[in-house]
């Protein structure tokens, strides 16, 4: 088999694997750690000669489903996105396991712990033990690629989706990684042989249930038989060590002459209980490394705590419990376990104070955000404790200096949505502001509420024609957001646009006070291309 040897990042060389494995549909929304995912599919020329689907999606739900929606035609597909966008495709994903996969599925939910870009810092291992399917997280760029073929494989062997945990330290780091050069081709068309089980009517799903549980205990053995899952044996039996993912690469490092414990090193769920006992059986003593929420940890504690061995995580301190690990954390949590058997030095730790501190990030020069947020600012300087509802996007930098703008940020599309529940508890001025992508990720059914009934607030739609706060992806209403509006009812007379730049400021104050005052409904659509993506295009003309 011909091998290359390229120098991929983790997202890129999953979807490289992916490719190489026989893919033919890539479903996403943007969303950072896993946009580079989707994007290095659409330059593919594999993926340009095989006119593999890579378009973007409205919102991560219509991806999943669209992504299942593949698999039941029997061809390889792939849905990816951030960890909260997991949340938005809960509906469908959950429910994918009672339909099953015919064609492979794989759920890629790439987690952000430190919350580099994120409102928090939920783990997506905990929503594949909920739907009861497995899960991969692996733990390098190699394992990255090699397991978009194996988890296919594993998707179709057991006929259900299969989640694929990525972590940003994983997505955004580079590593030269072996390709296969003689890529697999696609899966013909071919249905489910079960119809039934495609329709989750209750009757039919109460079947389905059944064998989703029977189906588990086999996922429960193909774990403990799995290539990604090891026992490493090791001489110290002081303590047996229990990692996961990149945690075990950490690990690794800290100890790079070889490590002297016992170690589980885990890639595939569900948790593979039997080599995990034999670890207990071995070890006086077990610590924990996991990125993320104590999910191992918590699973070890349900199976086998009665053992009276100490179990060491992040529930006992031992272990950070937010924000990510890295080699100095786990050298803390081996000395607070093991103290000097670690073999470590307090001293070799690297001082906070000469860890640079990122500088705050702030809206481009010449953004129309910007112009948007000073026109609105100087509007509500008249009013008395007037309130304005963020959302997800560049724009929501404006809670920053010098603008302090906004009042609140929560999830995609909550800016209308709050703000109608604020207008509904008499607030005034109630000002929601979104981006277009946004806005047609989320916020369309929201707006459909407001216009029922006709609520007294104000809506911003800040169109800078892409979406701009995961690099410039295609945003699903460019050129369409009047007919939107106009399509879910917003009155004519109070669906206004302006262009958002600062020789219209005193136009931009004088209609935001306008609508603002209007004791009802109003849109305003703010456009102005992102200055990003306009000098791209400028120089792409060049």
């Known amino acids: 088999m011909k091998k290359n040897r390229c120098l991929l990042l983790g997202d890129e060389a999953f979807a490289q694997g992916a490719l190489d494995a026989g893919l033919s549909g890539a479903y996403a929304y943007p969303g950072t750690p896993s946009t580079e995912i989707l994007e290095y599919i659409q330059q593919s020329p594999l993926a340009k000669e095989r006119k593999i689907h890579s378009h973007w999606s409205t919102n991560e739900k219509t991806a999943m489903e669209e992504a299942l929606g593949m698999s039941f035609c029997g061809k390889r597909s792939i849905v990816s996105m951030k960890h909260v966008g997991l949340n938005v495709a809960a509906d469908p994903f959950v429910n994918s396991a009672m339909t099953g996969a015919n064609g492979g599925l794989l759920v890629v939910s790439a987690d952000d712990p430190s919350m580099h870009s994120s409102q928090n810092e939920q783990d997506s291992r905990f929503y594949a033990d909920f739907a009861m399917i497995a899960a991969l997280e692996p733990s390098d760029q190699q394992e990255a690629y090699d397991m978009a073929e194996y988890g296919f494989n594993l998707s179709e062997k057991f006929e259900l989706p299969v989640l694929v945990r990525f972590v940003t330290r994983l997505s955004h780091s580079r590593a030269d990684v072996n390709v296969n050069g003689d890529p697999k081709p696609e899966n013909s068309l071919h249905f489910p042989k079960i119809k039934e089980q495609w329709v989750l009517m209750p009757a039919n799903s109460r079947r389905r249930n059944k064998r989703l549980i029977e189906d588990y205990k086999k996922l429960q053995e193909a774990s403990e038989n799995s290539p990604y899952n090891k026992f490493i044996d090791g001489k110290d039996t ?303 003309k060049k």
């Open 238 to 540: 002081t303590v047996g060590i229990i990692t996961s993912g990149i945690a075990w690469n950490y690990l690794k490092e800290t100890y790079p002459e070889g490590i002297p414990f016992p170690v589980v090193k885990i890639s595939q769920y569900p948790v593979p209980v039997k080599m995990i006992r034999r670890l207990f059986e071995k070890c006086d003593n077990i610590l924990i490394l996991e990125e993320g929420q104590p999910f191992i940890e918590k699973k070890v504690r349900g199976e086998l705590d009665n053992n009276g061995k100490p179990v060491f995580g992040k529930l006992t301190g031992e272990v950070v419990r937010t924000g990510e690990l890295n080699p100095d954390e786990i050298k803390k949590a081996l000395i607070a376990v093991l103290g000097e058997k670690s073999n470590l030095k307090q001293e070799e730790l690297h001082e906070e104070s000469k860890i640079l501190m990122p500088r705050p990030p702030a809206l481009c020069q010449g953004c129309g955000h910007r112009d948007v947020y000073q026109a609105l600012n100087e509007v509500l300087e008249s009013y008395d404790e007037p309130k304005v509802f963020g959302d997800i996007g560049c724009y929501t930098l404006g809670y920053l200096a010098p603008f302090n703008a906004i009042d609140t940020v929560v999830d995609m599309g909550a800016s209308i949505t709050m703000a109608k529940g604020a207008a509904d508890a008499g607030q005034h001025p109630s000002v929601a502001i979104i981006g277009d992508s946004t806005f047609t990720h989320s916020g369309m059914t929201g707006l459909l509420d407001a216009v029922n009934e006709n609520t007294p607030m104000t809506v911003i739609i800040s169109d800078n024609l892409t979406t701009g706060m995961t690099g410039g992806q295609d945003s699903q209403g460019t050129g369409k957001l009047e007919e939107i509006c106009l399509g879910i009812g917003v009155s004519p007379q109070h669906l206004r646009t302006i262009d958002s730049h600062p020789k219209n400021l005193e136009d931009m104050k004088k209609m935001f006070k306008e609508e603002i005052d209007y004791p009802g409904l109003s849109v305003i659509i703010s456009r102005r291309e992102c200055i990003q993506t306009a000098r791209r295009h400028a120089s792409s």
